[in-house]
């Protein structure tokens, strides 16, 4: 018979970690007498980051005693360590708010319903892998253990809410929709090898909880026949190469009085694998400093055309070579054509919206609208200073008089020498919310759009209060990538730098997005991703043990090591960072 041991409850708190402050709800401890379930939690709890904890589906954590007894084994806590210390293991150390006996997680399905004390419950979810735990009991490969071991435990949504206590009986009230069992749903999600016949019966349980159906959705996706996508080929694989390879410039091309563009070909003048409209380019200079910096660039080129066309505002050091020095004839070393800023196939109007040197990939979009003869409803809408600063003019207007339904809009923020020759297409504005609001755009738009930070920030708040659905909204910046760090408190932005200390001895490592470059040092950060934390590079990461892939990067070129293996290898180009190390000089797209 199963029955509730303790309920357990706490509130979120600031914890001191490694330099940083934590706001976790973790620390839970056992409360006598009713507790009142309520939709969102149990009365007197909280949780720190409602990103990844609480809220409907995860109103209730359970975990089992019998699981707290296995990892007392298993991590040698012999029961003798002060109560709630790191070192103990009793109730509520898990970050449970039910401690049970029974309900073990190869038996639980998902939407199994119980009924405790007055309250009625629905399995929703395995609990989600994160790094808290491993905090909360000084055993960072814990949330690893959890996923190995198959116990992770779950969650619970509350069906009617009630009173609960320990001592309660827990009783099943109805089976859960195909029977997969919680330890099941796991390893679904983070093993490999998966069965498609589980995802598929996945997706199809109603009680499981909106974000692993859609990761689960994702995956049978990604399995499905190649012939049946209609989506772009997973970023970081096929058509490509790898690491860095040599090109030709076969031609420099002034754009504009800031902008000029270069045109690559393949040494022996083969054909170049064809990029999709958006992709960019990441290029190597060694010419232009030591180490050789590293940065990217948008394809402005017709997809699929005989050369690469990357077009560069000149801003900085390595720009400024690229405008002054290069020349036809000159070498690049190049990686592949990467980037998830791209034209995806459909029937909806298209808003291409670009400020400055931002027009490029969307440049590139347009030439792929215009070889497919799109009857599509396109938008074409950019912003630049003035006639001397617009690339591109002729060509974009060329296109966009192909096209069977295409709107073009140009706005010039200075004033322009001959005001007078000016097509009727430029307004003298500043493209702000108030205009885009005038527009007209329809709200069932794709939307492209790329800038400066600001801009593309502004236009896409203004886009979705116009009705357009977020999701819908596509920007692409080549600065760093907004950071995933759940829990940390927010700390005042310090830019890349190298790490405090010795400078180390070993392999560089490149981040391309932070134009950083430093040698690797172990002693002081074991991992990549913790070299990148001592730079203050923007990172993204969870469990930092090698199961959510949360943290995973592209490598450009070089060569890395696991430090422990992860349960399942990212695909071919990419690393987990959290849990490598640079077996070579690697340069990361970070």
């Given at each position: 018979?199963?029955r509730l041991?303790s309920?357990?409850?706490?509130?979120?708190?600031?914890?001191?970690?490694h330099?940083?402050?934590v706001?976790?709800?973790?620390w839970?401890?056992?409360?006598?007498?009713p507790v009142?379930a309520r939709?969102?939690?149990l009365d007197g709890?909280?949780q720190?980051?409602?990103?990844?904890?609480?809220?409907?589906?995860?109103?209730?954590?359970?975990?089992?005693?019998?699981?707290l007894a296995?990892w007392r084994?298993h991590?040698?806590?012999?029961g003798?360590?002060p109560?709630d210390?790191?070192?103990?293991?009793?109730?509520?150390m898990?970050g449970e708010?039910?401690?049970v006996?029974?309900?073990a997680?190869?038996?639980?399905?998902i939407g199994?319903?119980?009924?405790?004390?007055?309250?009625?419950?629905?399995v929703?979810q395995?609990?989600?892998?994160?790094?808290?735990?491993?905090?909360?009991?000084?055993?960072?490969?814990?949330p690893?253990?959890?996923?190995?071991?198959g116990?992770?435990?779950?969650?619970?949504?509350?069906?009617?809410?009630g009173?609960?206590?320990?001592g309660?009986?827990?009783?099943?009230?109805?089976?859960g929709r195909?029977?997969?069992?919680?330890a099941?749903i796991d390893?679904?999600?983070?093993l490999?090898?998966?069965?498609?016949?589980?995802?598929?019966?996945?997706?199809?349980?109603?009680?499981?909880?909106?974000?692993?159906?859609q990761?689960?959705q994702?995956?049978?996706h990604?399995?499905?026949?190649?012939?049946?996508?209609t989506?772009?080929p997973?970023?970081?694989t096929e058509?490509?190469?790898n690491?860095f390879?040599?090109?030709r410039?076969?031609?420099?091309v002034?754009?504009?009085?800031?902008?000029?563009?270069?045109?690559?070909?393949a040494?022996?003048?083969?054909?170049?694998p064809p990029?999709?409209?958006?992709?960019y380019?990441?290029v190597r200079?060694?010419?232009?400093?030591a180490p050789?910096?590293?940065r990217s660039?948008?394809?402005?080129?017709p997809?699929?055309g005989?050369?690469?066309?990357?077009s560069v505002k000149?801003e900085?050091?390595?720009?400024?070579?690229?405008?002054?020095?290069?020349?036809a004839?000159?070498?690049?070393d190049?990686?592949?054509?990467?980037g998830?800023f791209?034209?995806?196939?459909g029937n909806?109007?298209?808003?291409?919206?670009?400020?400055?040197?931002?027009?490029?990939?969307v440049?590139?979009?347009?030439?792929q609208l215009?070889?497919e003869r799109?009857?599509?409803?396109i938008?074409?809408?950019?912003?630049?200073?003035?006639?001397?600063?617009q690339?591109?003019?002729?060509?974009a207007?060329?296109?966009?008089?192909t096209l069977h339904?295409?709107?073009?809009?140009?706005f010039?923020?200075a004033?322009?020498?001959?005001?007078?020759?000016l097509?009727?297409?430029?307004?003298h504005?500043r493209?702000?919310?108030?205009?885009?609001a005038?527009?007209g755009?329809?709200?069932?738009?794709?939307?492209?759009v790329c800038?400066?930070e600001?801009f593309?920030t502004?236009?896409t708040?203004?886009?979705?209060?116009?009705?357009l659905?977020?999701a819908?909204?596509?920007?692409?910046?080549?600065?760093?990538?907004a950071?995933?760090?759940?829990?940390?408190?927010?700390?005042?932005?310090?830019?890349p730098?190298?790490p405090?200390?010795?400078?180390?001895?070993?392999?560089l490592?490149t981040f391309?997005?932070?134009g950083?470059?430093v040698?690797?040092?172990?002693?002081?950060a074991?991992?990549?991703l913790e070299?990148?934390?001592a730079?203050?590079?923007?990172?993204?990461?969870?469990?930092r043990?090698?199961?959510?892939?949360?943290?995973?990067?592209?490598i450009?070129?070089?060569?890395?090591?696991?430090?422990?293996?992860?349960?399942?290898?990212?695909?071919?180009?990419?690393?987990?960072?959290?849990?490598?190390?640079?077996?070579t000089?690697v340069?990361?797209?970070?």
């Amino acid at each position: 018979m199963a029955r509730l041991l303790s309920v357990n409850v706490g509130m979120p708190k600031d914890v001191s970690w490694h330099g940083r402050t934590v706001h976790t709800g973790i620390w839970k401890t056992p409360v006598a007498g009713p507790v009142m379930a309520r939709r969102l939690n149990l009365d007197g709890d909280g949780q720190g980051d409602l990103a990844g904890h609480g809220g409907e589906q995860r109103a209730v954590l359970v975990y089992q005693a019998d699981s707290l007894a296995y990892w007392r084994t298993h991590l040698g806590r012999d029961g003798s360590a002060p109560a709630d210390s790191s070192q103990d293991i009793g109730f509520g150390m898990f970050g449970e708010n039910f401690t049970v006996e029974g309900l073990a997680d190869a038996e639980v399905c998902i939407g199994d319903r119980y009924r405790i004390g007055q309250a009625e419950f629905e399995v929703t979810q395995p609990r989600v892998t994160c790094y808290r735990l491993g905090l909360r009991l000084d055993a960072p490969d814990l949330p690893s253990l959890l996923v190995q071991h198959g116990r992770p435990g779950f969650y619970l949504r509350v069906i009617t809410e009630g009173l609960v206590r320990a001592g309660d009986e827990i009783v099943r009230t109805r089976r859960g929709r195909h029977e997969l069992t919680v330890a099941e749903i796991d390893a679904l999600l983070y093993l490999p090898d998966r069965d498609r016949g589980k995802l598929e019966a996945a997706v199809d349980i109603p009680a499981l909880s909106p974000g692993w159906r859609q990761s689960f959705q994702d995956l049978l996706h990604e399995s499905a026949p190649s012939d049946a996508r209609t989506s772009a080929p997973a970023i970081g694989t096929e058509p490509g190469w790898n690491g860095f390879r040599p090109l030709r410039v076969e031609a420099v091309v002034p754009e504009s009085s800031t902008i000029t563009s270069i045109h690559l070909v393949a040494q022996d003048g083969t054909a170049l694998p064809p990029a999709l409209p958006g992709q960019y380019l990441t290029v190597r200079i060694p010419e232009a400093g030591a180490p050789p910096p590293v940065r990217s660039y948008s394809l402005s080129s017709p997809p699929g055309g005989p050369a690469y066309r990357i077009s560069v505002k000149r801003e900085g050091q390595v720009s400024g070579y690229l405008h002054t020095k290069i020349h036809a004839g000159a070498r690049i070393d190049t990686a592949a054509p990467r980037g998830e800023f791209v034209l995806a196939p459909g029937n909806e109007p298209v808003l291409l919206i670009s400020a400055g040197v931002g027009i490029t990939p969307v440049l590139a979009m347009l030439h792929q609208l215009a070889a497919e003869r799109s009857e599509r409803d396109i938008w074409w809408l950019h912003t630049a200073h003035n006639t001397e600063q617009q690339a591109f003019a002729q060509e974009a207007h060329a296109l966009l008089d192909t096209l069977h339904s295409a709107h073009e809009l140009v706005f010039h923020t200075a004033p322009d020498a001959a005001p007078e020759t000016l097509p009727a297409t430029v307004t003298h504005a500043r493209l702000s919310p108030r205009i885009l609001a005038g527009l007209g755009l329809p709200p069932d738009a794709s939307a492209y759009v790329c800038g400066p930070e600001q801009f593309m920030t502004s236009v896409t708040k203004a886009l979705v209060d116009l009705g357009l659905d977020p999701a819908s909204v596509h920007t692409e910046l080549f600065g760093t990538l907004a950071p995933i760090n759940p829990g940390l408190t927010p700390a005042a932005h310090v830019p890349p730098h190298p790490p405090a200390g010795e400078p180390g001895t070993g392999p560089l490592v490149t981040f391309v997005r932070s134009g950083l470059t430093v040698p690797w040092n172990e002693a002081t950060a074991p991992s990549l991703l913790e070299l990148a934390e001592a730079c203050d590079v923007p990172t993204r990461w969870s469990c930092r043990t090698g199961v959510c892939h949360t943290c995973v990067t592209t490598i450009l070129s070089g060569e890395a090591v696991y430090r422990t293996d992860p349960l399942e290898l990212p695909p071919p180009g990419r690393l987990l960072v959290c849990c490598a190390s640079p077996a070579t000089d690697v340069v990361l797209d970070m």
